[in-house]
């Protein structure tokens, strides 16, 4: 065996008999036909071909392999290869680093050319789901969603979902967005959906603005201004100022149909919405722990403040007091017969037929959340009855808003009830209304509403009824 920290002629046999003492940390040996290459082996028993040169003068040295790995003839090349960059001036180590930083901008531009919209969506989404709100990461799943599922909408059980307006866009690749493409999604879109185009234009367009500003996704999405066409938001068109209200004289009419809704459950949720001026999400979320009955006041899970306290007042106190408390929620969903089902029709008519008890207990069910959803059909069909048309729950809200400038109340007041955004400097920043003073105006506009509509509230344990 050769002595180590020795130059000789490397052969296979004295690469695999070089050792190095157990009294020593490591042992070198150079080769005398590549003067550049050495052999480093330690007391482990491991060996490793390495490149020594010097740069600027300073000498250096280069990890090769091991020589498991790698056999003499290779070593030697790749020694040769390191010493021509030396001699040229060059460290090899920075070049090899140039190496390592063009490979990861090859493979991260391979990503990117390769990233298809909903896997660019998906990403952000994740990133950005801790800034927002239930309502607004529920309209990003919706307006992306595939469609094709099997309807989980009660009496819809054998029909099947629709994919939500931007997932066309979903399946192509980040540099296929050109503006051609979303005018043609635009034109289609527009023409049978606009009001759920328009709302996916917007969460579009935030996104394709974070795209532009990601490290990865930036590269394949090839036109900044994309999300800025003008000629897109025309073909969508604008949306229609919404004007359905209310009026004073149909307050009798509105009051008398929604109280006569067989289900107290939403009838009292349409009256609160009115009475409140609420948004529609904000009732049906309502838990019992918002309601605070010694204090007399409600905290809606609001949107531009995350949190608002509005007074209780008797009537809605009335209303919220008489429902059953069957779980959280306060508008809880009822148990209802599963009519919709063959099997259930078929087992119910042949008990019926035989004169047998039919135990419908079995053929029950609630709501998945546990509440009452939107009650549109059940409002739709109140306001038919009373001769009322294009009346919606938002409706309800605007009604509120509008029937208050009947009492001259401050407008300050209105847009603190209803959760408006301040729309004056001195309203932003120096009016705090107690609530106290909200529910002086606020129980003076409910009393109004009641008295237009005649309704009339005998006692607490009594029903509220209409005046004949």
């Given at each position: ?327 959280k929620w306060v508008f809880s969903s009822s148990r209802v017969l599963m009519m919709d089902n063959k099997n259930v029709r078929r087992r119910l008519q042949k008990a019926v037929a035989v004169g047998r008890e039919f135990n419908t207990s079995s053929i029950m069910e609630t709501s998945q959340s546990g509440r009452i ?96």
């Amino acid at each position: 065996m050769p002595p180590q920290n020795s130059r000789v002629r490397l052969t296979a046999q004295r690469v695999a008999a070089f050792t190095c003492p157990s009294t020593k940390s490591q042992a070198f040996l150079w080769d005398s036909d590549s003067p550049a290459l050495l052999l480093r082996a330690t007391p482990s028993g491991r060996k490793t071909y390495a490149f020594e040169g010097r740069v600027g003068g300073k000498t250096i040295r280069v990890t090769i392999g091991t020589a498991t790995d790698w056999r003499l003839e290779q070593a030697r090349l790749k020694a040769a290869e390191l010493k021509v960059l030396v001699d040229s001036g060059l460290d090899p180590r920075e070049v090899e680093a140039h190496k390592n930083t063009e490979r990861r901008l090859r493979s991260k531009l391979t990503e990117a050319q390769s990233a298809t919209v909903q896997s660019a969506w998906d990403a952000y989404i994740q990133e950005r789901r801790s800034f927002w709100g239930e309502l607004h990461y529920r309209d990003h799943i919706d307006k992306s969603k595939a469609g094709g599922q099997k309807s989980l909408q009660r009496g819809k059980s054998n029909e099947r979902t629709t994919a939500g307006p931007l997932w066309p866009l979903m399946q192509l690749r980040l540099g296929e967005l050109d503006l051609p493409t979303l005018e043609r999604w635009a034109k289609l879109e527009g023409a049978t959906r606009p009001t759920s185009a328009r709302l996916s234009w917007r969460l579009l367009t935030v996104f394709l603005n974070w795209c532009t500003q990601h490290p990865t996704y930036s590269i394949a999405y090839l036109n900044h201004s994309l999300h800025k066409s003008r000629k897109v938001r025309e073909l969508l068109g604008k949306p229609a100022v919404k004007s359905d209200t209310l009026t004073r004289e149909q307050l009798k009419h509105w009051f008398k149909q929604v109280q006569e809704i067989p289900n107290t459950t939403i009838s009292a949720a349409l009256q609160t919405m009115l009475l409140t001026g609420a948004r529609p999400g904000e009732v049906l979320n309502l838990r019992w722990t918002d309601i605070d009955t010694k204090w007399k006041q409600i905290c809606f899970k609001d949107k531009v403040e995350g949190t608002r306290e509005i007074p209780l007042t008797k009537y809605v106190e009335h209303l919220i007091t008489s429902l059953p408390k069957r779980n959280k929620w306060v508008f809880s969903s009822s148990r209802v017969l599963m009519m919709d089902n063959k099997n259930v029709r078929r087992r119910l008519q042949k008990a019926v037929a035989v004169g047998r008890e039919f135990n419908t207990s079995s053929i029950m069910e609630t709501s998945q959340s546990g509440r009452i959803s939107e009650p549109n059909t059940q409002h739709t069909r109140a306001c038919r009855s009373a001769g009322i048309d294009n009346l919606t729950l938002h409706g309800l809200r605007r009604s509120f808003s509008s029937l208050t400038e009947w009492l001259e109340i401050p407008t300050g007041i209105v847009a603190q009830i209803q959760g408006h955004k301040p729309s004056a400097t001195a309203e932003k920043h120096y009016k705090r209304r107690p609530l106290d003073l909200l529910r002086l105006h606020h129980q003076k506009i409910e009393t109004w509403l009641l008295q237009q509509a005649e309704v009339k509230e005998v006692s607490s344990r009594q029903k509220v009824s209409i005046i004949k």
